[in-house]
């Protein structure tokens, strides 16, 4: 067997594999359209006015705050965030060193922290959190090779800055402006109330341009303590925010490029981050987001 032939056919075989995975992803995202259902998941729009107001109050009580909520308007508005639903998006998270990649095709509801993820390699394979509880539901236990009751809203807090700042036991402190790519940046350094979430120990440096508002950087430790039984955290990671594309009136990253931060700048280039089909999300059934039957709770 020649040469040439076996380079035709690793050729076909690859972009063979790129077309099933994309394809499987647009499956996912056909069989959640077309779901008939008596009764489906709705928000009052009092509730977002509600909402939204009580977030403009607390945010723009502070000079932090007031970045951030210029920042959601810049960014569509966080009434619009709100409104349009839930959002579906593929998270494609690829490290650069040969650790475990994680490819999943997610719907994330946005005002009240539920989600189901589906492998988009076996789109039976899936996970999630209904508010309350994570489960998993996979016939091959390699189908997630890493923890997905901690994976199961990372997604949405690396890529949802600055709406996921709306909400209580959040605390921001404005820091001294820095320069980033050329141009100067507002920081905002975002950190949480003791019991709030799995690992209330994060914190994420948010860097806005300051003419425009738009995201252009984050900066963020992981404490997770299944990950530190001891307390601690990893390196300080420095996530560069790629170019930003409107979905529905929102503006969302379409790619996060992850670094390890030096002197507050990046440094090694260690994570690629892709979100693809990107799209918010009505009349989806009322029980979308409970675990299914047979599914194991975490």
Known sequence: MNKTFLVILSIILIVSCKEETKENSKSITKQIGQKEVESTISIPENWVGKRVERAEERLMASEAGKVVWAAMKAHGGLDTWYK??????????????????????????????????????????????????????AADSTAF??????????????????????GEGVNLELLSDTTYKGKRNKVVKVTY???????????????????????TATRYIVSYPEYFKDGGHNPEKFMEVGDLVNVNGVLLPSELKTHWTVNGKPGEYITKIEILDMEFKSGLPSNFFDAPEGAKKL
């Open 84 to 137: 349009n639903g839930s959002l579906g998006m593929r998270f494609k998270y690829e490290p650069l060193d040969g650790k475990t990649p994680r490819d999943s095709y997610e719907v994330v509801d946005v005002w009240s922290n539920r989600v189901v993820h589906n492998s988009v390699d076996d789109p039976e394979a899936k996970f999630g959190f209904t508010g309350k509880e994570a489960w998993i539901k």
């Open 193 to 215: 109330d003791p019991g709030t979430g799995d690992a209330p120990d994060d914190y994420y440096i948010l860097h806005f341009d300051a003419d425009t508002y738009l995201l």
């Open 145 to 166: 090779n890493y923890d997905v009751k901690f994976w199961a809203l990372t997604p949405l807090y690396l890529m949802g800055h600055p709406f996921v700042e709306d």
